[in-house]
T-cell receptor
Framework: GQQLNQSPQSMFIQEGEDVSMNCTSS?????WLWYKQEPGEGPVLLIA?????ELTSNGRLTAQFGITRKDSFLNISASIPSDVGIYFC?????????????FGKGTKLSVKP | KAGVTQTPRYLIKTRGQQVTLSCSPI?????VSWYQQTPGQGLQFLFE???????NKGNFPGRFSGRQFSNSRSEMNVSTLELGDSALYLC???????????FGPGTRLTVL
């Protein structure tokens, strides 16, 4: 079945540094979603991407839909302590009908003040 | 606009019992999906309801069931609880025509 592979699994960075993470799939996706989850909370939708090559920003976050349609990237510029959390990529499970998303295992981000 | 709400936030049950979790979607959203999140397996899709009908189902045993009411609120039920059912159960709502889903805070279920 479809799988999403996220890397790195975890990152420990200094406040102010830029962050890059990615998500790859063995199959083509037409939509990529990026979520952030903080402890004790549900995932929060950060960015949605719908077109190959698309670059979308949300504040200090920028996500790109890879041109092969098999990958996506999320960058965070000038990280701050509140960026701490787990970042998930997600995409539609085309084997199922609407509403079935599959998720990567997440990238856990730690920011040292 | 109020977000997705889930009740209760925490539950402790013993093996063999059953449990019912509730989810109220964002106003105007007609689709509700349920996910199970565990450290080992990550986020796994349980089922999705749209207009009171189950539209899709994941690979979970029949002990996991759900329903949706005419006001789009949804419940999921787990019968004959097992230790392995301990997890964070997340509900997500969407308008129903796209892939963007908005999650609630989850219900943390602990089975002893």
């Amino acid at each position: 079945g479809q799988q999403l592979n996220q890397s790195p699994q975890s990152m420990f960075i200094q406040e102010g540094e830029d962050v890059s993470m990615n998500c790859t799939s063995s199959s083509i996706f037409n939509t990529w979603l990026w979520y952030k989850q903080e402890p004790g909370e549900g995932p929060v939708l950060l960015i949605a991407l719908y077109k190959a090559g698309e670059l979308t920003s949300n504040g200090r976050l920028t996500a790109q839909f890879g041109i092969t349609r098999k990958d996506s990237f999320l960058n965070i510029s000038a990280s701050i302590p509140s960026d701490v959390g787990i970042y998930f990529c997600a995409g539609p499970n085309y084997g199922g009908s609407q509403g079935n998303l599959i998720f990567g295992k997440g990238t856990k981000l730690s920011v040292k003040p | 606009k109020a977000g997705v709400t889930q009740t209760p936030r925490y539950l402790i049950k013993t093996r063999g019992q059953q449990v019912t979790l509730s989810c109220s979607p964002i106003s105007g959203h007609r689709s509700v999906s349920w996910y199970q999140q565990t450290p080992g397996q990550g986020l796994q899709f349980l089922f999705e309801y749209f207009s009171e009908t189950q539209r899709n189902k994941g690979n979970f045993p029949g002990r996991f069931s759900g329903r949706q009411f005419s006001n789009s609120r949804s419940e999921m039920n787990v019968s004959t609880l097992e230790l392995g059912d301990s997890a964070l159960y997340l509900c997500a709502s969407s308008l129903g025509g796209g892939w963007e889903q908005f999650f609630g805070p989850g219900t943390r279920l602990t089975v002893l």
